[in-house]
């Protein structure tokens, strides 16, 4: 059972040629975990929708004018290879779940995110209380296909947050740990218990945050830009703009993408009590 050394980390057909079950193979072998398929008449991932041009227009005003990014070179194409990557939430007057598309600095659809696991009872709960702050929250990074790369859980809390990642196959990646409540955020970013990294915000409202490695030197920054006054009040759309300076090694790299994407579900959920 072999692949191609390139390949990037994924669910794939199984090479063994078992009907209707999926491998995952973690860069350079294939493991021992695996799920069903698509069988006939099962649902199958949904991939995220590609951008229209107007969208990519927008898009690439959002990261030259809103985040003054002057565009970079080409990346790879994934969400781990490109040094831009776009954050959108799908706006809505009432969030009853996280949605975000995600896009490369010209407006191209290269993943998506969406929160898993919510049953009707909690879907309520989100809508007539604020109490789902304090919940457990599952999210799934997927990629333009579809397919899960990485997992976030942010445990119930009460003041302080705490995201874990892993792959989907369960391997842990890391950790994203709030230091703080009050003051500029501060959360550190952690992998086989070292710290490898920090999330910094610039600001009390927690609205642009540098990343740091272990030395503290920057190697990401991500900066929040608005869609107008209006629909920043009536509902909870929150856009994001991840800039990563330099090529990064895993598990930073996976833990600095999660971070941008986490922002939302770790701390600005939060944001009604705020201010």
Same mark, same amino acid.
Do not use: C
């Given at each position: 059972?072999?692949?191609?050394?390139?390949?990037?980390?994924?669910?794939?057909?199984?090479?063994?040629?078992?009907?209707?079950?999926?491998?995952?193979?973690?860069?350079?072998?294939?493991?021992?975990?695996?799920?069903?398929?698509?069988?006939?008449?099962?649902?199958?991932?949904?991939?995220?929708?590609?951008?229209?041009?107007?969208?990519?227009?927008?898009?690439?005003?959002?990261?030259?004018?809103?985040?003054?990014?002057?565009?970079?070179?080409?990346?790879?194409?994934?969400?781990?290879?490109?040094?831009?990557?776009?954050?959108?939430?799908?706006?809505?007057?009432?969030?009853?779940?996280?949605?975000?598309?995600?896009?490369?600095?010209?407006?191209?659809?290269?993943?998506?995110?969406?929160?898993?696991?919510?049953?009707?009872?909690?879907?309520?709960?989100?809508?007539?209380?604020?109490?789902?702050?304090?919940?457990?929250?599952?999210?799934?990074?997927?990629?333009?296909?579809?397919?899960?790369?990485? *997992?976030?859980?942010?445990?119930?809390?009460?003041?302080?947050?705490?995201?874990?990642?892993?792959?989907?196959?369960?391997?842990?990646?890391?950790?994203?740990?709030?230091?703080?409540?009050?003051?500029?955020?501060?959360?550190?970013?952690?992998?086989?218990?070292?710290?490898?990294?920090? *999330?910094?915000?610039?600001?009390?409202?927690?609205?642009?945050?540098?990343?740091?490695?272990?030395?503290?030197?920057?190697?990401?920054?991500?900066?929040?830009?608005?869609?107008?006054?209006?629909?920043?009040?009536?509902?909870?759309?929150?856009?994001?703009?991840?800039?990563?300076?330099?090529?990064?090694?895993?598990? *930073?790299?996976?833990?600095?993408?999660?971070?941008?994407?986490?922002?939302?579900?770790?701390?600005?959920?939060?944001?009604?009590?705020?201010?």
């Amino acid at each position: 059972m072999t692949a191609p050394s390139n390949t990037p980390p994924g669910w794939y057909a199984d090479p063994r040629g078992i009907p209707n079950q999926l491998r995952w193979w973690d860069g350079g072998q294939w493991t021992e975990h695996t799920h069903a398929g698509a069988a006939p008449g099962q649902a199958t991932p949904q991939a995220p929708p590609q951008s229209t041009p107007d969208q990519q227009a927008r898009v690439q005003q959002q990261v030259q004018q809103k985040a003054g990014l002057v565009p970079g070179g080409v990346g790879g194409g994934t969400l781990f290879t490109e040094p831009v990557l776009v954050v959108n939430q799908k706006a809505k007057l009432i969030e009853v779940t996280n949605e975000y598309s995600v896009f490369d600095q010209q407006g191209r659809t290269i993943g998506s995110v969406v929160q898993v696991g919510q049953g009707f009872v909690r879907k309520v709960v989100r809508v007539l209380s604020s109490l789902d702050q304090f919940l457990t929250h599952r999210l799934e990074i997927r990629d333009v296909h579809g397919q899960p790369q990485l *997992l976030l859980t942010r445990p119930a809390k009460f003041i302080k947050s705490k995201v874990i990642v892993t792959r989907p196959d369960g391997q842990p990646v890391g950790e994203i740990v709030q230091q703080n409540a009050i003051g500029k955020i501060h959360f550190s970013i952690e992998s086989g218990g070292q710290q490898i990294g920090a *999330l910094r915000a610039e600001n009390w409202r927690a609205w642009n945050f540098a990343v740091t490695d272990h030395t503290g030197a920057e190697v990401a920054r991500i900066t929040k830009t608005w869609e107008g006054l209006a629909k920043t009040m009536f509902t909870t759309a929150d856009n994001y703009v991840l800039q990563i300076h330099r090529q990064l090694p895993d598990p *930073l790299l996976s833990l600095v993408v999660a971070t941008a994407l986490t922002v939302d579900t770790a701390l600005k959920q939060d944001a009604r009590g705020l201010g």
